[in-house]
């Protein structure tokens, strides 16, 4: 663990935790809640990278700390989690952040390890990042889980199946997850980001229609997870799109996809 914060009072700001933080959509977050002022617990599997990253950015020692782990390792993202409540304290927000997109061809042997490895980061991980925080944030009564899932989970697009499938999941999950929760005062949060312009969309050999870069993202992002809101795609034109795709006739919407570029494979 690199830059890590003394035991909190309730005096302290709030705290957010964030993975998938050593890039993309999990910088933009932190520098996001940074600037309105939340503490910051960052997970990253390259953590010394992280906390190079967040001390370039001038963040103030104590107002943030990194923790070192890989979600699909569970039992690291959990002791990453119970690190943060003995360090900086119970977070007010998890987000699960960390993801991965990569191509698959199921008539491909060794495509079926891509679709473990999304499945086990995408969808384990993500209820491995909750895990730790569930039961103390409903025996406080609030907190918010944050996932983050995509508007590639509104229909299965070619040469994206472990993709769409883990983000389809993600939908799904979260919406068990807020039924668990909202009794006890937990809410959960599903973001689904349409084109975000990242490490992981910039090898898309096709049109990706409202890209947007990463720190307008965060900002639309932020205000829904201060709104509380259950579901949220952004931009919004994605949500119209998004909308149209999933009421169209499955014989329309093969047409429609049919020659559309394909997710690059691994190694591809």
């Known amino acids: 663990m690199a830059g890590a914060a003394p035991r909190v009072d309730s005096r302290q700001p709030p705290l957010v935790f964030i993975t998938g933080a050593s890039s993309g959509i999990g910088q933009a977050l932190a520098r996001r809640f940074h600037a309105a002022g939340w503490r910051l617990a960052l997970v990253a599997r390259r953590a010394e990278e992280t906390a190079a990253w967040a001390r370039a950015q001038g963040l103030a020692e104590g107002t943030w700390a990194v923790y070192a782990a890989d979600v699909r390792q569970t039992t690291d993202i959990v002791a990453a989690g119970k690190a943060c409540i003995a360090q900086q304290g119970l977070p007010d927000v998890v987000i699960a952040n960390a993801g991965i997109s990569i191509g698959m061809d199921s008539a491909i042997e060794a495509d079926l390890e891509v679709m473990r490895a999304t499945l086990e980061t995408n969808n384990l991980g993500m209820a491995a990042t909750f ?65 975000i312009d990242t490490p992981l969309t910039q090898r898309n050999p096709y049109s990706m229609p409202f890209l947007m870069s990463p720190d307008d993202f965060a900002d639309r992002a932020y205000e829904a997870i201060k709104d509380g809101v259950s579901y949220r795609v952004i931009p919004w034109q994605m949500g119209v799109v998004a909308k149209l795709m999933r009421i169209l006739p499955n014989g329309l919407f093969d047409r429609l996809v049919a020659g559309r570029g394909r997710k690059p494979r691994q190694g591809s």
């Open 131 to 195: 895990h730790p925080f569930i039961a103390p944030m409903c025996e406080r009564r609030s907190g918010t889980l944050v996932g983050i899932a995509s508007v590639a989970a509104i229909r299965g697009l070619p040469g994206h199946g472990a993709y769409c499938a883990s983000k389809a999941a993600v939908v799904s999950y979260c919406e068990s997850l807020r039924g668990d929760c909202r009794p006890f005062g937990v809410k959960v949060v599903t973001v689904a980001p349409g084109y």
